[in-house]
């Protein structure tokens, strides 16, 4: 059983920045695709970014390309969403999720609960 718990969402300003952290437990998580997957009010769940388990390559939405860096520390099992130049846009609820596929779409298999992340203009 994997269990993901998110932190770091709040309020803020926009071009204000925040770091997500998204501490996995229960099996260890390093060859797996971690990703930061996002639902906005009345809206679908969109991908935001992932890092695959081997190798680390990156993948991002070309909404927040140039703005959020997505990170692991394997020693940790945790992974990271730097998110800088923030928009209103970005306002949503950000899930941590997790797959043995490396993939960008919002189809993972396993989800955390999610942490509120506010952008005020």
């Known amino acids: 059983q994997v269990q993901l718990v998110e932190s770091g969402g709040g309020l803020v300003q926009a071009g204000d920045s925040l770091r997500l952290s998204c501490a996995a437990s229960g099996r260890t998580l390093s060859s797996y695709t971690m990703a930061w997957i996002r639902q906005a009010p009345g809206k679908e769940r969109e991908f935001v970014a992932a890092?695959?388990?081997?190798?680390?390559?990156?993948v991002y939405a070309d909404s927040v390309k140039g703005r959020f860096t997505i990170s692991r520390d394997k020693a940790k099992n945790t992974v990271y969403l730097q998110m800088n130049s923030l928009k209103p846009e970005d306002t949503a609820v950000y899930y941590c999720a997790a797959d043995f596929m490396y993939r960008s779409d919002p189809k993972y298999k396993y989800w955390g609960q999610g942490t509120q992340v506010t952008v005020s203009s």
């Open positions: 890092i695959a388990g081997i190798g680390s390559s990156t």
